[in-house]
């Protein structure tokens, strides 16, 4: 069972994200419209598998849509169900 709470995951992404992905000091935050960072298709990959590696689990490629990548709150509480349950 995971301890991550919703703030952690946010908090966690928006880090990744901010010091990790983008070049340009950018400040993330868990409503930052992600499209709008300029982070490409390489970049959403990278983001589901630093999830994957940071929360222990494996998140489906399906979960990779527009909605779900509309803001990191977005995609925050997109896998949080598959950190608490497993199936």
Not at 33 to 48: A, K, Q, R, V, Y
Not at 62 to 79: D, G, P, R
Request: proline fraction near 6%; hydrophobic fraction near 35%; glycine fraction near 2%.
């Amino acid at each position: 069972m995971s301890h991550f709470t919703m703030n952690d995951i946010e908090q966690k992404l928006c880090n990744f994200i901010e010091y990790d992905l983008l070049e340009e000091a950018h400040r993330i935050s868990p409503d930052t419209p992600l499209l709008e960072t300029g982070i490409d298709s390489l970049s959403i990959i990278e983001i589901l598998l630093f999830a994957e590696r940071t929360f222990h689990t494996t998140l489906p490629d399906s979960i990779l849509t527009k909605e779900n990548l509309q803001t990191v709150s977005h995609f925050a509480q997109c896998i949080y169900p598959y950190l608490h349950d497993p199936s």
